[in-house]
């Protein structure tokens, strides 16, 4: 099983404009980037649970229910007498989204170190990522867990950065560079990059990840494709596929859920696991999650491919 951790909310889309000046229509869609990968994971044929804070309202409730409903393992949620966070969601032109968040004081937030799970050998992996690594006391817990889990265990790490619920950018930088270390993949966007370090290139970057735990760093490009960085092979890239975008919302956690698809059908998911990959496997794992990715940017919201959907 892949333990993800992080937050589960839900996304509130906004709506064509009725004409009426008095309201707005929300099409409201259960996510959160960890939720997502957690989902995704089930989707694709992998057997997944979701560390979280879970909210005992009428939100949270759904989130369970659609965790069970997708086969998603709940046995490492928490529930708190606390609200569900609320993304609001508006989608440009181009597909990309705009996120306002509202959650603070929120259940997915409240996760301690003294809630740690104890994990045994039926866990192969952790995967963590998005503003659950900058918001306390939900981040203090996560780093305690990789930190603990990292010699033991496949550590992947996507930063998804979202400046909305924490604004500090020098915050994300600090609490990116404690996660990154103990990471055995690391998968971010070039968007992210660019926020995180503006005046830096990529390369130098994903060199600087490298030299701690880190086999892998995988950038995604948008329509650009996707790029892998590696401590013996060099970099390379690898092309998108063209489709008609509805939206790019999910894109990255598809992303992320198929590289550990990948590597879990080929029983590499294990950090020694990664040291024998050759250019061609690795080529074919990107080429596998740029073609899932593709699939979910074909659909509104975060509608993640199944396993017979992606070649």
């Not at 509202?102 to 809630?115: F, I, M, N, S, Y």
């Not at 990116?176 to 370090?197: G, M, N, T, W």
């Not at 590597?263 to 950090?271: G, Y």
């Amino acid at each position: 099983m892949y333990l993800v951790c992080g937050e589960a909310l839900f996304d509130f889309f906004s709506q064509p404009d009725s004409g009426q000046g008095n309201t707005i229509g929300y099409q409201a869609i259960a996510g959160g980037s960890p939720f997502n990968v957690a989902v995704g994971l089930r989707r694709l044929g992998v057997n997944a649970g979701l560390f979280a804070g879970i909210s005992s309202d009428f939100l949270g409730r759904r989130l369970t229910t659609v965790l069970e409903k997708e086969g998603v393992c709940g046995d490492f949620l928490i529930h708190f007498d606390a609200p569900t966070t609320l993304s609001m969601v508006a989608v440009g032109a181009d597909g990309s989204p705009q996120y306002s968040f509202r959650g603070e004081g929120c259940a997915d937030r409240l996760l301690t170190v003294e809630q740690l799970p104890t994990l045994d050998d039926n866990i192969r992996g952790l995967h963590v990522g998005s503003f659950s690594l900058v918001v306390q006391p939900v981040a203090d817990a996560l780093l305690t867990l990789v930190q603990r889990e990292s010699g033991k265990r496949l550590i992947t790490f996507d930063p998804n950065v979202r400046l909305n619920p924490a604004p500090d950018i020098d915050l994300w930088r600090t609490q990116v560079a404690k996660f990154a270390e103990h990471a055995h993949i690391i998968k971010v966007s070039d968007e992210d990059l660019h926020l995180l370090y503006p005046d830096i290139e990529a390369e130098t970057v994903a060199k600087g990840w490298l030299m701690h735990n880190c086999q892998l760093v995988i950038m995604t490009r948008g329509r650009g494709g996707a790029t892998v960085f590696t401590r013996e092979l060099d970099q390379w890239s690898v092309p998108a596929r063209e489709v008609k975008t509805a939206d790019t919302v999910g894109a990255g956690d598809t992303f992320q859920a198929a590289l550990i698809t990948f590597l879990t059908e080929r029983e590499l998911d294990h950090p020694s696991g990664l040291t024998t990959l050759r250019r061609e496997t690795l080529t074919e794992m990107l080429e596998f999650a740029v073609a899932a990715a593709a699939v979910t940017c074909t659909r509104v919201g975060p509608d993640l491919p199944y396993r017979g959907e992606v070649s």
